[in-house]
């Protein structure tokens, strides 16, 4: 009971934060919806035991990535979202697919019949996953390390002003 | 509780992240809607996990965070650049790809 | 010991001369050209002489002789091989003497014509694929030789291309003949696929001991009815005669001897080869009858009405080959080959004289325009004359006897019935007519031509690659004259071979080729009809009634011959005033009985229509060709449209790839679920 009441207020905030995302027009005001959603989803993470889980996604998404996404806006000083012309495709094409899709993958999974899940289900300790990333699945989480360097000197390199990139060539 | 609740609050979150992906005209808010599916789809993979006591989808969301982020460095990298040579931040403007 | 008789020499002697003329005819003098034809194609006749001379020290007839191996596919073999038996013996001889008379003959006929070597190299090729024909020793190469001699006949009815009638013409006769090579191939699938094998030996021998098909049409009666509307085609039988009156376009010689000799008697020849099947098929013997006999009547009456010198001899021809396929129907196979021979002499006599006479007169075919040649032309007019004796058979000329044996046959055989006795008897009666007519018309009388002494040599055709002047120089000579003698000396030979060919007489004729028709039955020597002697009764009623009939056959003949006399000698008036009485019925004779205009619309028109509207505008223009042009087209549109899913707009590219991502999430799940 507990259990549906938890979810339920969690869900309500998810889903109130995903529609404000759409609906506001500022970036910031978006971000911000986003890290309320993150937000609630570590407390559904919670809600099923993945407590590893819920803390790097406070941490790190809502810590972290969506605070770079409001540096990035407010360096780039973005302001209301103009009018523009937009695509008929995207309307006519994308959106009544995705809901097509969606009901459908709904209405199957009516059908079927899932079992439930108590609350604190599979709890996700940082020991347990700790030695799973680092037996079962080291060689993704190497690979995934050299990717982040990857990922760091590409950002470096795209973000960088121009006459730098220059300077540092003439030099090198 | 059953676990087709969880599996239907993903997928809300899923539409709204593709409506929002079809929908805003702001490239940043796009890149938001994209993590926003993202974040959907970790939630599938807890609520299985919980379901069948098997530890690889809170390892594999791990993954998919750690991904975002490189992601999301590289996006808002490539964002900035785009912006400097455009001066804009609606998509439609960014259309020079085409015949 | 059996020697070795090198067969083939026989037709690849002409096969060289055809060669040597084709390839280097052109830069040869008229003389060289006639020399290298008239030697290979006397070289052949020479050799089948030996042949004949040696063919009694023979142990076992049939000889056969196997040039090289063709087709080994399996089980199915098929060889250049030939075979030699008394029927063979008897066609050979007749095809290279007759023919290397008339090589002879065109050596003067043709002297004054363009494309000289050209006529001689078809001429020699001809001969090549006649004698494969008729020394093959299985169906495939005698099908070789079969459409080979369709081939020459084409290119020599069409010797002079530029006119529009003779290419026609040459057209008709191959396409007509084409069809009854159809049933001919048919015949062949089915016997290859019965009896495995091409060859006579094999083939025969698989069916000697099938019993005949007396309950109604069976394997065999197909494959003789098949095989006989190859005959049909060939030979000019009804329904497949058309193309014979229109192949008179070609050069009398060619006429001569394939029309007349040769090329037509291949069915009779393929059908009495063929015995052994149609023995077995009563059903089919009678159909062959049939149309022997509809075809001999029907050809005679259209023969009475036409004006055209070689016309008449063309329909006579088809007339007498139905005599001879009346003889095969039923099952009289020597008496069928006998008048085949004594019709090669006299028919080819015929057509000779005839160019004779044309060649004498400078170029007129119409005897309306001809009379009174009796006394300027007095070599052509005796020699004709012994050919019209000949063929109205008159005793003691050769086609008395042939016919006589024939009509004997019809009434007597067990095949036969006093029907197709009645319809022969009457037909005599009308081949006499007509060729007494043509005999009356030509040579008595008043000349009744243009220019009675001087005339132009128009030629016989249209003259090719020479002017006028040149022709007009050479025939220095004005007025009606006699042939040269390069032209009179065959003609004597062949009048003097129609007088004596019968008197070998058909019972000796018969036992001769009995080994071939009855190879089972054992012949009593002495018997009048190489049967065994009935009591002696019966014996003299059957002299009685065979004696009769020869009386009433010379008793029609001799009619026809007082009809004909009556009408163009004594009361020229009548003929004109009978026609114009007769009407409507004068007019359809005339018309031949309007046969080509039914093939015309029946035939002809839909699939020339058909193949030009539906065909050519409709599938190869509409569609092939709109198909490669417009390919290029549709390529274009269809870029066009799939260029503006690449707009640029970032917007319309996420749609597309939510779209894209939606159905690849919908099938998977979906086969998920299954």
Not at chain 1, 21 to 46: D, R
Request: overall charge neutral.
């Amino acid at each position: 009971m507990l259990h549906l009441i938890l979810f339920s207020l969690f869900g309500v905030i998810c889903v109130a934060g995903a529609v404000n995302l759409l609906l506001q027009t500022h970036p910031i005001n978006s971000a911000l919806s986003l890290v309320v959603v993150m937000g609630a989803l570590a407390g559904e993470y919670l809600l099923l035991g993945a407590e590893f889980v819920a803390a790097i996604q406070v941490i790190v998404y809502a810590g972290a990535i969506m605070v770079l996404f409001i540096f990035v806006i407010m360096l780039l000083n973005a302001g209301e979202e103009t009018r523009s012309k937009g695509s008929r495709v995207a309307i006519l094409i994308g959106i009544p697919g995705m809901l097509v899709g969606s009901l459908f993958v709904a209405w199957v999974l009516l059908q079927s019949h899932t079992p439930s899940v108590a609350a604190g289900a599979l709890p996700g300790a940082p020991r347990t996953i700790g030695w799973l990333l680092f037996h079962d699945y080291l060689l993704p989480f190497e690979v995934t390390s050299v990717l982040v360097l990857i990922a760091i000197m590409g950002a470096v390199v795209l973000a960088a002003p121009p006459e730098s990139v220059q300077h540092s060539r003439k030099e090198g | 509780m059953p676990l087709l609740y969880y599996l239907i609050l993903s997928g809300i979150l899923f539409g709204c992240g593709v409506a929002g992906f079809l929908i805003k005209r702001n490239i940043i808010t796009i890149f938001m809607s994209i993590e926003l599916m993202l974040n959907a789809v970790n939630l599938s993979f807890v609520a299985f996990a919980a379901q069948w006591r098997a530890f690889s989808g809170q390892v594999f969301v791990f993954f998919v965070m750690v991904v975002a982020a490189a992601e999301a460095a590289v996006g808002l990298a490539i964002i900035i650049a785009v912006v400097r040579t455009r001066e804009t931040l609606n998509v439609d403007d960014v259309n020079l790809l085409k015949l | 010991m059996t020697p070795n008789l090198h067969l083939w020499l026989i037709p690849v002697l002409p096969l060289a001369g055809a060669a040597i003329n084709g390839l280097f005819g052109r830069r040869f003098s008229r003389q060289i050209v006639s020399a290298v034809a008239l030697a290979f194609a006397g070289a052949a006749f020479v050799w089948a002489l030996w042949i004949a001379s040696q063919f009694s020290s023979l142990t076992s007839a049939p000889y056969h002789e196997t040039l090289a191996s063709w087709i080994r596919a399996g089980d199915f073999r098929a060889d250049f091989a030939f075979y030699l038996d008394q029927l063979s013996l008897v066609m050979l001889l007749v095809v290279t003497g007759v023919g290397f008379l008339i090589h002879l003959y065109s050596v003067g006929y043709m002297w004054e014509e363009g494309g000289f070597y050209r006529f001689f190299c078809y001429l020699n090729l001809f001969m090549f694929f006649m004698l494969t024909l008729v020394l093959a020793s299985n169906y495939l190469l005698m099908f070789i030789g079969w459409e080979g001699v369709g081939l020459a006949s084409y290119l020599l009815i069409g010797f002079w291309f530029t006119k529009d009638s003779a290419a026609s013409a040459g057209k008709k006769a191959f396409i007509v003949n084409r069809i009854g090579d159809f049933g001919f191939l048919i015949a062949l699938f089915l016997l290859i696929k019965h009896f495995g094998s091409l060859n006579f030996d094999q083939v025969f021998a698989s069916v000697t001991p099938l019993s005949p098909e007396t309950q109604g049409a069976g394997l065999l009666t197909s494959i003789a009815l098949l095989l006989m509307l190859g005959a049909c085609g060939k030979s000019a039988q009804i329904p497949l005669y058309v193309w014979l009156p229109d192949a008179m376009e070609g050069p009398t010689p060619v006429s001569a001897l394939i029309h007349a000799a040769t090329m037509v008697t291949a069915g009779v020849y393929m059908v009495a080869r063929s015995h052994v099947i149609f023995d077995r098929a009563p059903a089919a013997l009678m159909v062959v009858a049939i149309i022997g006999t509809l075809t001999a009547l029907f050809a005679a009456t259209i023969g009475i009405t036409q004006t055209d010198i070689k016309k008449v001899l063309a329909y006579s021809t088809i007339s007498q080959l139905g005599y001879m396929f009346m003889a095969c129907g039923v099952a009289a196979y020597s008496a069928g080959i006998f008048h085949l021979m004594t019709h090669a002499f006299f028919k080819g006599l015929l057509f000779l004289a005839a160019g004779s006479v044309i060649h004498a007169i400078g170029g007129e075919q119409d005897m309306r325009k001809m009379g009174g040649l009796r006394t300027k032309i007095p070599w052509t007019f005796w020699t004709m004359t012994a050919a019209t004796l000949a063929i109205a058979g008159i005793p003691p000329l050769a086609g008395f006897f042939s016919k006589d044996e024939i009509l004997w046959q019809a009434y007597s055989s067990q095949y036969g019935s006093w029907v197709f006795w009645l319809i022969g008897v009457i037909t005599a009666f009308i081949t006499s007519f007509y060729m007494f007519r043509l005999w009356f018309m030509t040579f008595f009388g008043e000349y009744r031509g243009a220019s009675g002494e001087e005339h132009e040599h128009a030629g016989h055709g249209t003259h090719l690659g020479r002017n006028d002047a040149d022709a007009l120089a050479s025939h220095g000579h004005g007025g009606i004259h006699e042939s040269p003698k390069l032209m009179l000396i065959p003609l004597v030979i062949l009048a003097v071979l129609s007088v004596v060919g019968g008197w070998v007489g058909s019972e000796r004729f018969d036992r001769f080729l009995s080994p071939v028709f009855h190879p089972n039955s054992t012949v009593i020597v002495g018997s009048p009809m190489g049967t065994p002697p009935p009591a002696v009764p019966e014996q003299r009623n059957e002299n009685l009634s065979e004696s009769l009939m020869t009386a009433i056959s010379v008793g029609v003949a001799a009619l026809g011959f007082l009809l004909a006399w009556l009408l163009y000698y004594r009361r020229r008036d009548l003929p004109g005033k009978i026609a114009h009485a007769l009407g409507g019925l004068y007019q359809a004779v005339l018309n031949k009985y309007y046969v080509d205009e039914l093939y015309a619309t029946l035939f002809v028109k839909p699939l020339v229509d058909g193949s030009s509207k539906l065909l050519w505008r409709g599938i190869d223009q509409n569609v092939i060709d709109a198909t490669v042009d417009n390919s290029t087209e549709v390529a274009q549109q269809i870029s066009d449209t799939a260029r503006h899913m690449q707009s640029g707009n970032l917007r319309s590219y996420a749609g597309w790839v939510a779209a894209g991502a939606a159905v690849i999430i919908v099938y998977m799940v979906w086969i998920g679920v299954r």
